[in-house]
């Protein structure tokens, strides 16, 4: 069964550092999102990205956040100077199309920021 | 979007029938139901989603009454592997890309 993977699964990292995550959607799905999840918290949306493009942003991210889809597989999630709050469980999401309501998340990215 | 409200948890034993029931008083013409799973440390998985009346696929049944506001998961004969977080989210299909999650029904089942 094709899956949505995403390295690293752990990451331990220093304020104010760099962070990227990366994701590898299922290969024939269009639309890829950034999900988080702060421990003992909801799941909260972060962007929607489409033809190479964002569609859609939660107020959570900010400046601070950018994504890309740096090659036909790729779609990654950089964090420029990572704060405590940062720390959180990051997921990956990919669909086939925009309006089902089917996404397939990936097992996510463990963001520690010290 | 509508508001969903789910009980915070339920507990069951392994063969039993499991109904979570989800109420969305606010549903919009427009929105649909859609229920996901999350184990621990997992990233949440699509269960079922549906407009009206019921749905069924391999994994679970979901009801709808006519005036859809409210919905309930139906899980046959749980077993320990079915404990997790399900969330119930209710939303315009033309959104559904931006899931929002509620705090979900936390399930355990027991031996």
């Known amino acids: 069964e094709p899956e949505v993977t995403q390295t690293p699964s752990h990451q331990v990292t220093q304020m104010g550092q760099e962070v990227i995550l990366r994701c590898v959607p299922i290969?024939?799905?269009?639309?890829f999102y950034w999900y988080r999840q702060i421990l003992g918290q909801k799941v909260e949306f972060l962007v929607s990205?489409?033809?190479?493009?964002?569609?859609?942003k939660s107020e959570i991210f900010d400046d601070q956040f950018s994504v890309e889809r740096p090659d036909g597989s790729n779609f990654t999630l950089k964090i420029r100077s990572t704060k405590l709050e940062d720390s959180a469980m990051y997921f990956c999401?990919?669909?086939?199309?925009?309006?089902?309501?089917?996404?397939?998340f990936g097992e996510g990215s463990r963001l520690t920021v010290l | 979007l509508a508001k969903t409200t789910q009980p915070i948890s339920m507990d069951s034993y392994e063969g039993q029938e499991v109904n979570i029931t989800c109420s969305h008083n606010?549903?919009?013409?427009?929105?649909?139901i859609t229920w996901y799973q999350q184990f621990p440390s997992q990233g949440p998985r699509f269960i079922i989603q549906?407009?009206?009346t019921k749905v069924t696929n391999e994994v679970a049944s979901l009801f709808i009454p006519a005036d859809r506001k409210s919905s309930t998961l139906s899980l046959p004969r749980v077993s320990l592997s079915d404990t997790a977080v399900y969330y119930c989210?209710?939303?315009?299909?033309?959104?559904?890309?931006?899931?929002?999650f509620g705090k979900g029904t936390k399930l355990s089942v027991k031996p």
């Open positions: 999401a990919s669909s086939v199309w925009e309006n089902t309501g089917e996404l397939f």
């Open positions: 290969s024939n799905h269009l639309y």
């Open positions: 990205f489409y033809n190479n493009e964002i569609s859609e």
């Open positions: 606010n549903i919009a013409t427009n929105d649909y």
């Open positions: 549906g407009y009206k």
């Open positions: 989210l209710v939303g315009d299909k033309g959104s559904q890309g931006n899931l929002i």
